[in-house]
């Protein structure tokens, strides 16, 4: 598998506004907390992260093992060892970020439910051990550069299917100055297959979402506002938005497949 080598600088921090910020010794942001309210999801991209949610059964959405592939701030890992309760383990390359979210933006100490590993993404998803062990993968990969994912090629995110249940979904942040959308989702869709590949507008940030499954079979569009409904009320996150903006993949991807 042949990939960017990851380099990092130190973990940093800054404050503006009630919200703290971490860096990796530069001026691009790889994570948000609130500090007066630290279980809220932040960053905007952050909550769309979380559009994985639309395609599952609402009475399901606490149950199985939920994968972060990057720590950030420890939003998603807080988020879904916290207020879903799954099952969660996240990976992280850098140890600094690590230590940074246990001291700064409350990550909990590992116990039964929660598992803080450093370790390089790509060799844990292509680890035999965790073949159909997951059943959500939330990836976003980026070093203090922020250019683009450090993980980005097909061999990959193959690897990251492998890692999925039946059922199981993905979520990808899609995001810098030398990242291609369309390259990137045509790397998903031919490790997951078009029809099981989905994307969010972007943010004004230039963020992009995109969801990708394995063996899910979308509801109809009655089930999937009221699970939008339902998600809003329970944990305070725009999914009727979210489901505005999900739309199948471009002619542009297609054609590239």
């Known amino acids: 598998m042949k990939n960017k080598t990851p380099t990092w600088g130190p973990a940093t921090l800054s404050e503006f506004d009630g919200v703290r910020f971490l860096h990796l010794d530069s001026i691009w942001v790889q994570g948000a907390m609130r500090i007066r309210k630290p279980d809220q999801l932040e960053l905007e991209y952050i909550q769309r992260m979380c559009a994985w949610m639309l395609w599952r059964d609402t009475a399901e959405l606490g149950q199985g093992h939920a994968v972060q592939l990057g720590l950030g701030a420890a939003a998603l890992t807080r988020f879904c060892h916290g207020q879903l309760r799954m099952r969660t383990t996240a990976v992280e390359i850098n140890p600094e970020v690590i230590a940074a979210c246990r001291q700064w933006f409350r990550l909990p100490a590992n116990d039964a439910r929660l598992n803080v590993v450093n370790e390089d993404a790509a060799r844990w998803v292509a680890d035999d051990a965790h073949l159909q062990t997951v059943d959500v993968l939330n990836v976003d990969l980026y070093d203090h550069d922020a250019a683009s994912p450090v993980l980005d090629d097909e061999a990959f995110y193959a690897s990251c299917r492998g890692v999925l249940a039946d059922g199981g ?70 999914a009727r938005k979210w489901l505005r903006l999900v739309r199948p993949l471009p002619t542009t991807v297609l054609q590239a497949l």
Not at 200 to 223: C, D, F, S, W, Y
């Open 169 to 238: 979904l993905m979520t990808v942040n899609l995001f810098g100055r030398s990242a291609s959308f369309a390259r990137s989702a045509a790397r998903i869709a031919r490790a997951f297959g078009s029809e099981q590949v989905w994307s969010l507008a972007p943010t004004k940030e230039g963020n992009t979402v995109v969801v990708a499954a394995r063996g899910v079979q979308v509801p109809v569009r009655e089930v999937l506002e009221q699970r939008a409904a339902e998600i809003e009320s329970r944990f305070k996150l725009p």
